[in-house]
């Protein structure tokens, strides 16, 4: 969920034996294939290879899948998708190289917000299954070397949740404290009360909602039916740490924080700075430094770092951070402490929104000079911003360009976090019709804001009804019409589909020692239309990668003379410019437009 005043940043604001039979099929018409497909077969017979090695944490090195629960694959036919449906799909997960899946709020909802508005913290929304089904998909993806994820919504819980039912009942019981309350400014002429500042709902409206049992005020950062925590108090931090102990008990291997920075608000309620003109509900546009990314966030982080600390295994807390700037990144991390989150998501690279090799060059940059030595994670998807092949591509070059994005997701030196279907390509699917609307902010907001739906549609699996997602009449929200080509099985059984170049790089990243632990270093640093950086490890051939973010042929130069390597020669290892699918040599190459071009210093 991201504070409605950043959303969408930056701009306006089936498994491992189907992998072991294709590659023997592929090797069988050996004499059609090209270099590029010969290392593809070799590809794929490492793909079921899932094992990190080493001493350092597993999610260093590690593919993050966000899976929207609803949208991954439905099991028993009612149209939406459920665990035991992603159970179902670890094979596919595994053979693609997945480490871990991040879930969606999977906790009982009155789904609001699709489940970001939680009733109970400790069971699961019997829409998904149950506890039950739960423990056995964390037991079944540990056998395929995958771990399990958390999404934790701590700013706010439903206003259906117990603790708020108790809280709003009267200003004396035992809750009454737990969330932010406050007198009405005043009141109208006609007794109307009046909110205690100017502050606004994240998804349009006052952020301030009128309560006639206590006859006071409860702030929302988002719905109104999503009630702000009050975490000035030290019982529901206790409370949250609990529930925090309950699932890592239950063997998660960590947590995504939904819009963690949002905590806490200023205590004096002070009115947000107006900053002109207005958002897609018809609100004010206004600042948000009295009610995002407060300091006092940074204690509550560090005292969570040390509940997960306390438990073996590499537990990972993982923090939705639209920020500014890397210096305002690296608070997220504790700094040279690294005593917070260890991986605050860096939403600088991935919703930059435009191909722009300098601005790329700087942002990766930064993320490797100015973040202490912490670990970067890089994410060009998710499920509140439209998919990234609609805001990069140019509705010509979508293939080529998801490729470039792909490249730069997996041989930087970062975690890497993907969205489902968006190693297919999957478009983002938006209504046209507000009755088709299920995000309540695209209904509240229509035309203007036309909601999330669009990068919500369920997963393309084949070509069969429903898109393989479901056996239902009615899926939860329709399937896309280029399912019939934009789909697993179809791709996998196209040695030149975006799937299985996501599937090449994933299997590149973790057995190529300069892709897997190597430094980075830029090169030709003041090329305006090529990106290209080399990765390089003692005792291993260093990796360069380069990629033309124009539609023009670009040539880049690739001197590797000052890291003291005297090589002349690379020899690719993908590259989706058949002319480039060759031994080259180094100096001066020249990139097809839009191309992506990966290749071993020989």
């Excluded at 700013?155 to 007198?183: E, G, I, L």
């Excluded at 991390?333 to 600088?348: C, I, N, S, T, V």
């Excluded at 699917?429 to 669009?454: A, M």
């Excluded at 270093?521 to 090329?527: K, Q």
Aim: charged fraction near 25%.
């Amino acid at each position: 969920m991201v504070p409605r005043r950043s959303f969408r940043p930056f701009s306006a604001m089936p498994g491992r034996l189907f992998s072991a039979l294709l590659a023997g099929s592929l090797l069988a018409a050996a004499p059609a294939l090209t270099a590029q497909s010969a290392r593809l077969v070799a590809v794929d017979q490492h793909l079921m290879v899932n094992a990190d090695s080493g001493s350092t944490p597993w999610w260093k090195h590690a593919v993050i899948y966000e899976i929207y629960p609803r949208s991954f694959q439905d099991s028993n036919g009612d149209g939406i998708g459920d665990l035991n449906g992603i159970t179902q799909r670890l094979d596919y997960l595994q053979s693609l190289g997945i480490d871990a899946i991040w879930i969606s709020p999977c906790y009982p909802s009155p789904q609001v917000d699709f489940g970001y508005d939680i009733s109970d913290y400790e069971k699961i929304d019997p829409q998904y299954g149950t506890l039950a089904d739960f423990d056995r998909w964390v037991a079944e993806a540990k056998k395929h070397n995958i771990r399990i994820i958390m999404d934790m919504v701590m700013n706010h819980t439903s206003d259906k949740h117990p603790w708020f039912v108790q809280s709003a009942a009267s200003r004396t019981n035992p809750k009454a404290d737990w969330y932010v309350w406050r007198d009405p400014k005043g009141y109208t002429a006609d007794g109307k009360p009046i909110p205690p500042n100017n502050w606004i709902s994240g998804f349009g409206g006052s952020a301030w909602q009128w309560s006639p049992e206590r006859k006071q005020f409860y702030y929302h950062e988002f719905y109104r039916q999503q009630p702000d925590l009050n975490w000035r108090n030290p019982e529901v931090e206790k409370a949250m740490f609990d529930t925090v102990r309950f699932w890592l008990d239950r063997g998660v291997a960590g947590f995504r924080f939904d819009a963690i920075p949002t905590l806490f608000e200023d205590e004096a309620l002070r009115d947000e700075p107006a900053l002109g003109g207005t958002n897609a509900q018809g609100d004010p546009n206004l600042s948000d430094i009295y009610t995002n990314n407060l300091p006092e966030v940074h204690d509550v982080m560090r005292r969570l770092r040390k509940v997960a600390d306390s438990y073996p295994g590499d537990r990972v807390l993982i923090g939705e951070t639209y920020l500014n700037s890397a210096a305002d990144l690296n608070k997220w991390y504790g700094g040279a402490h690294h005593d917070e989150l260890q991986l605050p998501m860096d939403m600088q690279v991935g919703f930059l929104n435009r191909l722009d090799a300098a601005t790329f060059r700087t942002r990766i940059t930064d993320a490797e000079t100015k973040i202490d030595g912490n670990q970067p994670l890089f994410v060009f998807d998710n499920h509140d911003n439209r998919r990234s092949w609609d805001r990069y591509g140019d509705g010509i070059h979508n293939q080529q360009i998801a490729r470039i994005l792909a490249t730069l997701l997996f041989t930087t030196r970062s975690t890497a976090l993907m969205y489902y279907g968006e190693e297919l390509g999957m478009v983002t699917s938006t209504p046209t019709r507000k009755q088709d609307v299920k995000d309540p902010i695209g209904i509240t907001g229509w035309p203007r804001e036309k909601g999330r739906d669009g990068e919500r549609t369920p997963m393309q699996w084949d070509n069969s009804k429903d898109a393989g997602f479901s056996t239902a009449d009615k899926t939860w929200l329709p399937i896309p019409d280029n399912y019939t080509t934009v789909n697993v099985k179809t791709e996998q059984a196209d040695p030149a589909s975006l799937l299985r170049w996501h599937g090449q790089l994933i299997a590149m990243r973790r057995q190529n020692p300069a892709l897997h632990d190597g430094e980075i270093t830029m090169l030709d640093e003041n090329n305006p239309d090529v990106l290209a950086y080399v990765r390089h490890t003692p005792g291993s051939p260093a990796v360069v990668v380069a990629v033309n973010c124009s539609g023009e042929a670009r040539t880049v130069h690739l001197s590797l003379a000052s890291l003291g390597i005297s090589a002349s020669t690379a020899k690719t290892l993908l590259t989706d410019a058949p002319e480039l699918d060759k031994a080259i040599s180094l100096g001066d190459v020249t990139l097809p437009a839009y191309a992506s071009w990966v290749a071993s210093v020989q």
